[in-house]
């Protein structure tokens, strides 16, 4: 402020007529483009009144489709951490050759559509492919069914925890471990007692990003979902359903508790960029 | 053989490293793989009749069109959003810097029904198009709307961080030589911003072409004219035609690969070229 407040002019800066064109145009353009469409799911599940809305979370399949969102994040996430702690260790505290190689796989499912990451799994288990049958006659149901829908969450969320924790654990090297090995620590108690306190915050905003995608995801679990009310509908799924039906204010209402989460993320991620900036790694990516 | 790596003191890696190639390969690449055996048994002639069929022709236009012009869309105006929270101080800078991350958070169907409900002739936006004859739901125009939002942080958070790291010193000697501001930004600022500007237009694209969610509310879906591949993909599965679902999905795949090798060398040119700054 105190710069274009002075009456000395910045020879390396914009003049104040166009300081004050250019951050308009950036805000008329993030009003219309990221706040309208926000403030809009929030005026149109209010605008029936509040009974409309909290009707909505009464009936039975809206309830299921909670219910079957928190199932499916709460084993893809901690699935999907495990592989991303184990992958950061092995690319980042090692040097092989075809490391980049191995970054550009695991990298791989963030630029695949999510209806082929869907249709892959129904290639692989549904009932024309080679699988199906065999699974059917043992009883096992994987696609239209739970098991399915986490495959394709999985594959949808793969990298996002991988992709938070690599740079970070690359970032800071290999030598506290080297300390703590010589120090007469175990591989366990290295890792649990310095690399785990080290990434704990790159960890946790890399656990929140996967989250939020694993609860709001649409397109591969709607491949693979089979679309049964109360028994495969996640809340998007449940969400589309309610909104094809012409039943706006029911479909917005779902709605916002999705936003909601998207908000307590985004406000997540916002503390732990500010608090924690420097171990949350430089350079990040999505 | 053994010199595949480098020796190390730290514990583990055969433990990790094969934890991450076992749990990669049955997620990711067993199931990819399943994809290209299916398309390899439609056979070479069913394969090209499915790929090159009119509808699906015009729906890989419609998605890879849509997707170009958003994140041409993005770039501009990303790059001005990019450059004001960088260099501006004004209050509600970080409220705005925080926000910018929205699309990334909000699901894909939350936006798409939101977005619908925005640019219908109704609605709030819609309605102010409408007396003039623009229809912007369920036509084409509305697909770009959708991607414009999807693709926006990709271009802000690929661009920021290169211009919080431009040297300012550089301008001033732009100054003090005579260049004006505008051949300063344009001449010298910009320039330096290229390798990140392409990159960001690169994933903002990537990740619009795929896109289904956000889109298929606000698209009207109408064949031959609004219906994205995606979409495609998923009415021929409807329709149990798993060699017509593959074959798209296949041509989407070698698209999409292609794409991520040129964004990895353009981070590697970019990194190359100015390492030094």
Redesign the interface.
């Known amino acids: 402020m105190s710069e274009t407040a002075s009456r000395y002019r910045d020879p390396a800066g914009e003049t104040a007529f166009w300081r004050v064109i250019l951050t308009l145009i950036a805000v008329a353009f993030l009003g219309i483009v990221v706040v309208l469409p926000l403030v809009t799911v929030f005026y149109e599940a209010f605008r029936k009144g509040s009974d409309a809305f909290f009707e909505a979370f009464q009936e039975p399949d809206a309830i299921a489709a909670i219910r079957l969102t928190l199932t499916v994040a709460a084993i893809a996430v901690p699935l999907n951490l495990v592989f991303g702690v184990a992958a950061a260790w092995a690319v980042a505290k090692f040097e092989f050759r075809g490391k980049t190689f191995l970054v550009t796989l695991i990298d791989l499912p963030f630029s695949i559509s999510p209806v082929i990451s869907g249709l892959v799994y129904v290639l692989l288990f549904g009932a024309q492919s080679y699988l199906g049958p065999i699974l059917k006659s043992q009883g096992i149901q994987i696609i239209f069914a739970l098991p399915g829908m986490v495959l394709a969450t999985i594959f949808v969320t793969f990298p996002f925890i991988a992709r938070e924790l690599i740079p970070l654990m690359e970032e800071q090297g290999t030598g506290d471990e080297e300390a703590a090995l010589s120090l007469g620590a175990s591989g366990w108690q290295t890792f649990w007692y310095v690399t785990l306190p080290n990434v704990k915050w790159g960890l946790l905003y890399g656990v929140l990003l996967c989250n939020a995608r694993a609860m709001g995801e649409f397109g591969a679990v709607s491949v693979v979902s089979g679309h049964v009310r109360g028994l495969t509908e996640t809340m998007p799924l449940h969400i589309e359903i309610l909104y094809n039906e012409y039943n706006f204010a029911a479909a917005f209402a779902v709605a916002t508790l999705l936003a909601l989460l998207a908000l307590v993320t985004l406000a997540l991620k916002t503390i732990l960029e500010l608090r924690y900036g420097d171990e949350i790694a430089a350079g990040r990516k999505h | 053989m053994k010199n595949?790596?480098?020796p190390?003191?730290?514990?583990?890696?055969g433990?990790?490293?094969g934890?991450?190639?076992l749990?990669?390969t049955l997620?990711?690449?067993?199931?990819?793989a399943?994809?290209v055996w299916?398309s390899t048994g439609i056979g070479w002639g069913p394969f090209w009749a499915l790929a090159f069929d009119q509808r699906t022709l015009l729906a890989l236009r419609v998605s890879f069109g849509a997707a170009l012009i958003a994140a041409a869309i993005n770039v501009i105006?990303g790059v001005?959003?990019a450059?004001?929270?960088v260099?501006?101080?004004?209050p509600g800078r970080?409220l705005?810097d925080?926000?910018?991350?929205?699309?990334?958070?909000?699901?894909?169907?939350?936006?798409?029904?939101?977005?619908a409900?925005?640019y219908a002739p109704k609605?709030?936006?819609g309605q102010i198009f409408a007396p003039l004859g623009i229809k912007i739901a369920f036509t084409p125009l509305g697909i770009v709307i959708a991607l414009?939002?999807v693709g926006?942080?990709?271009v802000v958070?690929?661009v920021q961080?290169v211009m919080a790291e431009l040297d300012?010193e550089l301008?001033?000697a732009?100054?003090?030589l005579g260049a004006n501001?505008l051949q300063?930004l344009s001449m010298v600022v910009l320039p330096t911003l290229v390798p990140a500007i392409l990159t960001g237009f690169a994933?903002a694209f990537?990740?619009a072409?795929?896109?289904?969610?956000s889109v298929i509310?606000i698209a009207g879906n109408v064949p031959y004219v609004s219906e994205i591949?995606?979409?495609l993909?998923?009415i021929r599965?409807e329709e149990?035609n798993?060699a017509g679902?593959?074959s798209i999905?296949c041509i989407?795949?070698i698209i999409?690969?292609v794409?991520?090798l040129v964004i990895?060398m353009l981070q590697m040119w970019s990194r190359r070229r100015y390492s030094n700054v």
Not at chain 2, 27 to 32: A, D, E, G, M
Not at chain 2, 87 to 90: E, G, K, L, S
Not at chain 2, 98 to 115: H, K, R, Y
Request: glycine share 4%; aromatic share 16%; charged share 10%.
């Open positions: 595949w790596r480098q190390s003191v730290l514990p583990g890696f433990l990790t490293l934890y991450t190639l749990y990669l997620i990711i690449l067993v199931p990819l399943a994809l299916r105006f001005v959003v450059w004001v929270l260099r501006y101080q004004f970080r705005l925080a926000i910018i991350d929205l699309p990334f958070a909000l699901p894909t169907a939350v936006a798409g029904i939101s977005l409900a925005l609605g709030w936006v414009i939002f926006l942080p990709f958070r690929t961080p300012r301008e001033e732009a100054a003090t501001r300063t994933l990537a990740r072409v795929g896109e289904y969610g509310f591949a995606p979409l993909i998923v599965l149990f798993y679902a593959t999905a989407m795949l999409s690969f794409m991520l990895n």
